[in-house]
């Protein structure tokens, strides 16, 4: 089973691929990976700025299929922007950022 570390290895090795072609801005893992609570069928759930304009149906589901293959996981993808506000602040203060830029 991958670490959270190896994760954002594999994930910053990947990180021109993630800003040409997915028009990714920033990357950050949450959830149980990050609580250190993960099992052998748990998700990774990752937390997606795009560029300016550069969202669209395309772009996410490719970028999903994408980090799954790399991954090898069933991935979560929730988009910055899009948080429900019931969840936005526990998210984003366990998030984990990936630098990628």
């Given at each position: ?56 149906f395309d ?43």
């Open positions: 089973m991958k670490t959270l570390s190896e994760f954002k290895t594999i994930l910053h090795e990947n990180r021109d691929l993630l800003i040409k072609k997915y028009k990714v801005k920033t990357l950050g893992i949450f959830g149980s990976y990050v609580r250190n609570e993960q099992n052998e069928t748990s998700d990774i759930d990752v937390l997606v700025e795009f560029q300016e304009n550069s969202i669209n772009n996410y589901m490719g970028l999903k299929y994408y980090l799954e293959d790399l991954f090898q996981k069933d991935v979560d993808l929730v988009i910055k922007d899009d948080l429900k506000v019931e969840i936005r602040d526990k998210i984003l203060k366990e998030i984990t950022q990936v630098k990628i830029n």
